[in-house]
């Protein structure tokens, strides 16, 4: 064999392996993401208002007009910044609560005292907000807070120029505590491990949707430069928390 015919033989080899292994790692990914949730929904498009929790949904129809929002508390306006670690990992996890909806949450660290509801999917295949700025949301395809798997939920940080019920979620920090009632009569306590705020085309879909060892909690709103012009935040506020007590 020539060497040309040798060197054209391992550059085709070369080029059917590289292919192989993206092939390869693509499959684990949708695999990993498949085993605790249905696939995530879309969490970077535009938001034309203020006052939603962007999770890549689309403004409802009572969006605000141009009233101004408050200012939420100061923070970083670009992420992730070093002042937020990045998401530390898992403690050994508590066993699995049976699933029960979610009907109350508090936070004491930041006032949180809310009634919760169900999110689901809009027709563009973007998780709904809530409608209004005190109810926080459960997306109902995620588990139920207390089940092995991330539980998502969502709140607006304004509405309508008001506080929104995750105004201050930017500020919760490591250790900080949330309880959620459920249901059945159940409670869930989880504690934060991280707050991470990311610029809204690099939202982590992987690390918020994604598999994990045990219960946990992930708290989600909008945070950073509020654009008057296109009516939204740059930046997603991502709160990382785990199971560490329950009551039946």
Partial sequence: MSRHAAAAGRRTALTVTVAVLVVLAVAAVALGLSRQVPDPPQVSG?????????TGARPSPTTPSATPPVTPAARPTSGPSATMPSPAATPSPLASMRRSVPVHIRVPAIGVDADMVSLGIDRAGRMQVPDGPDPVGWYDQSPTPGQTGPSVLAAHVTWNGARGAFFDLATLRHGGRIVVDRADGSRAT??????????????PTLDVYGNTRGPALRLITCAGRFDRDVRRYSDNVVVYADLTSSRP
């Fill in 46 to 54: 535009a938001q034309r208002t203020a006052t939603a929790a962007d």
């Fill in 190 to 203: 989880f504690t934060v491990r991280s707050t991470r705020q990311y610029a809204k085309s690099r939202f």
